[in-house]
């Protein structure tokens, strides 16, 4: 069955530093997302992406945060300039044209 | 803006035991709810979907029920094990437009016990 798949599982970096988070969405699907959940908060949506554009972004989805679907099957998630409070899990999630939405397993993301 | 409560937070039973978690919403427009499950740790891993003209879905051992009017929507795991001991999470999608955002729950722990 396929399957949303994330790079890397875990990520430490130094505050400051630019990350990059990798998503390989499932092939065919139309919608794409991240979202992310703070340690022993809820998971909340960042920003949503569709026909190489972002149609939805959050509040937390400032100016350090970008979002690129360079070719055709990877998504990522840019943080130029990581503080502390970055640290998270974030999630990358993608929807055919149906409602059901596919998370993958996460990038556990730690900013020292 | 819609926000998601689950109640409750943890639950403990016996394995076998029958069981109900709570969900509910402010916002009573919804296409649709989802449930998932995370393990520690892990991702997000979707159970069920129950579309808004629906009352019931169910898969296996799982049943989730929607009351659209009164803002809740229940899902029932029936025999409990051990192997479902993990957060269950349900999540609705925001209203407007096609996007699908989807506003989540803080989720309900729960722990079978052998």
């Known amino acids: 069955e396929p399957e949303v798949t994330q790079t890397p599982s875990h990520q430490v970096t130094q505050m400051g530093q630019e990350v990059i988070l990798r998503c390989v969405p499932i092939?065919?699907?139309?919608?794409f997302y991240w979202y992310r959940q703070i340690l022993g908060q809820k998971v909340e949506f960042l920003v949503s992406?569709?026909?190489?554009?972002?149609?939805?972004k959050s509040e937390i989805f400032d100016d350090q945060f970008s979002v690129e679907r360079p070719d055709g099957s990877n998504f990522t998630l840019k943080i130029r300039s990581t503080k502390l409070e970055d640290s998270a899990m974030y999630f990358c999630a993608s929807r055919p044209g149906a409602d059901t939405q596919y998370f993958g397993p996460g990038t556990r993301l730690t900013v020292l | 803006k819609q926000e998601v409560t689950q109640i409750p937070a943890a639950l403990s039973v016996p394995e076998g035991e029958n069981l109900v978690l709570n969900c509910s919403f402010t916002d009573s427009a919804i296409y649709n709810l989802q449930w998932f499950r995370q393990d520690p740790g892990k991702g997000l891993t979707s159970l069920l979907l129950?579309?808004?003209?629906?009352r019931e879905q169910t898969s296996g051992r799982l049943n989730a029920s929607l009351d659209k009017s009164s803002g809740r929507s229940t899902l029932y795991i029936a025999a409990s094990q051990p192997g479902d001991s993990a957060t269950y999470l349900c999540?609705?999608?925001?209203?407007?437009?096609?996007?699908?955002?989807?506003?989540f729950g803080k989720g309900t722990l729960l722990t079978v016990n052998p």
């Open positions: 129950i579309q808004s003209s629906q």
């Open positions: 092939s065919n699907h139309l919608y």
């Open positions: 999540a609705v999608p925001n209203s407007g437009g096609s996007n699908y955002k989807l506003t």
């Open positions: 992406f569709y026909n190489n554009e972002i149609s939805e």
